[in-house]
């Protein structure tokens, strides 16, 4: 019996090469474990039928003494980027039997080193909420409580590697979509620079958020994911170039900033502050400084520019050249009749949101103006990186809710506050698991809800959030 | 915001709705419209936008893409002799 609650990227390498386990051993046991919950979690919305084919090949390889860092490693992708020849849906009635035309680049990579796909992974429709109840698919449960959500939109990306029903998986990071999944199931999420893995073959919600992540255990298997998925890419003229941010060089006494205006404002779970009170201090005793720092509010500024793209994206789901079609009486007949069955409520209320704020009677004082504030905030960050090195918050000002409970959409906007900046600025951001809160409802049945903490750095400073991330998984005991 | 606004919006985004939905949105759309207001309350000095622009050249040579045109024949919702075929548009 491979013990997979222990297991990790890094472990599962050295057993691969030492011949203690084969791919397809490895393969077999997170299959049982699908088996045994997926029905309950909904994690998946499909486990591909050709696993045990793909951990054979990884085997062969491996018996030629081949070995790269994810051959045969198993792992979950959400589903909203394209594998070509498998289905992908974006969660959504409109791409219910689209089927991938070509890879991702995200994807190439990982088919180049040999990992292993699972299946693809529940997410809110089109990458729009924060809990994954938006899929048209059913709601993904969050394993330390069925009643509560899982966070999104990579829900089911989290609760396959939260559950053991995946090594590791791959998730995308619009307004918090990986940190925040990680930090409500107990896992680690990683939202790279803006442009620092390619979107191309990522089905695009907002183009100018949008960046392809990893969600693991550790620090260190997201590290290796990243290094995998990384680089520059001719077919993304957004990604960026390799070397195009200056490479920090680490120094020995590093400077965390803490916006405690932001966090000590209401809103913000006792418990979750207290929880964070700790860490500050954890990261004081690691010899780290720790700076009060201003950092403003900006859900505003995040969601007009959100309306916007995403009613621009979404403008081409119109069932004439893919995806669902219905049939009217004419062109304008089928459009209509398409959209209104194919696409989602909340889906549906950010087209609508985002016409509105681009709208030419209010287009200055919406969406222009949220131009502007991005910029000025953007500015803002670089010189704020040049007093501190790394901004820690919460991920999350509150920890999983109930299935159902916030069903006005504007409060759950408000669960976004502290991981939607580091998209505004590009910035990347790491969300790691800080431990548990009791829940009177859970006591009884020993379980407690997970914890996280965000961290971010200045562009294309990943490896800074590496290295203190490995540090604080080394030194804190949850 | 009205009804009407709802309808237009609709209209422009080529959505259908039912009625209970316009109502629906009407109520969401106005309390999330409201909270995003806030941004005109901020300051902001006249910025240039200068966020992210950079040319991205290529050299102009073919090459080879690994994707499946008969899959993607294969999806569109009517075809013939290969060809995406549409309604009548004039």
Partial sequence: ?478 | MDIKDVENLAKLARIELSEDEKRDLLHDMDSILGYVKQIEEMKIEDTEPEHGVRNVWREDTIEQRDFSPELIVKQFPDAQDGFLKVKKIL
């Fill in chain 1, 1 to 478: 019996m491979i013990d997979l609650d222990t297991l990790t990227i890094t472990k599962a390498r050295v057993a691969l090469d030492g011949k203690i386990f084969s791919a397809v051993d490895l393969a077999k046991a997170y299959l049982a474990e699908i088996e045994k919950k997926n029905k309950e979690l909904n994690a998946y919305l499909e486990v591909y039928d050709d696993v045990l084919d793909q951990a054979k090949e990884a085997d062969e390889r491996i018996a030629k003494g081949d070995s790269s860092p994810l051959l045969g490693i198993p792992l979950a992708i959400k589903d909203v980027i394209l594998i070509k020849g498998r289905k992908v849906s974006s969660a959504s009635k409109i791409l219910e039997n689209y089927t991938a035309s070509y890879d991702a680049t995200a994807i190439i990579k990982l088919k180049k080193q040999g990992a292993v796909f699972l299946g693809r992974t529940n997410m809110d429709e089109f990458a729009l909420g924060s809990s994954t109840e938006n899929s048209a698919y059913g709601v993904t449960k969050n394993p330390h409580d069925t009643n509560r959500v899982p966070g999104g939109t990579s829900g089911g990306s989290a609760v396959a590697v939260a559950s053991n029903m995946a090594l590791a998986s791959l998730g995308s990071d619009t307004g918090g979509s990986v940190r925040h999944p990680a930090a409500f199931c107990g896992v680690v999420g990683m939202k790279p620079t803006y442009g620092g893995v390619s979107r191309y073959g990522l089905i695009a919600a907002v183009s100018s958020f949008d960046v392809i992540g990893p969600i693991t255990k550790t620090t260190e298997d997201a590290q290796i994911i990243f290094d995998v998925i990384k680089g520059n890419d001719i077919l993304d003229s957004t990604s960026v170039p390799d070397n195009f941010y200056e490479k920090i060089s680490l120094k020995k006494e590093l400077i965390i900033g803490v916006p405690w205006d932001l966090i000590n404002q209401e809103g913000i779970n006792l418990e979750i502050k207290k929880n964070f009170e700790e860490v500050v201090k954890s990261f004081e005793n690691l010899g780290y400084k720790i700076k009060d720092i201003k950092l403003p509010n900006c859900l505003a500024l995040y969601y007009i520019i959100n309306f916007a793209e995403v009613s621009t994206n979404l403008a081409r789901f119109d069932g004439v050249r893919y995806g669902l079609h219905k049939d009217g009486k004419n062109l304008l007949e089928d459009y209509l009749l398409t959209k209104g069955a194919g696409f989602g409520k909340e889906t549906r209320r950010r087209i609508l949101l985002g016409a509105y704020v681009l709208s030419a009677g209010y287009y200055d004082a919406y969406y222009g103006k949220a131009q502007k504030a991005r910029i000025a905030l953007r500015k803002e960050f670089i010189e704020l990186f040049s007093e501190v090195d790394l901004i820690l918050t919460p991920t999350s000002p509150i920890p999983a809710w109930k299935i159902g409970e916030k069903s006005d959409p504007l409060s759950m906007y408000l669960a976004d506050i502290f991981t939607v900046t580091a998209n505004l600025v590009g910035v990347p951001a790491v969300s790691l698991p800080s431990g548990f809160m009791e829940i009177e409802d859970l006591a009884q049945a020993g379980k407690r809800l997970p914890l996280g903490i965000q961290l971010m750095a200045s562009h294309g400073a990943e490896d800074l959030l590496f290295e203190i991330g490995k540090k604080f998984e080394a030194n804190i005991a949850l």
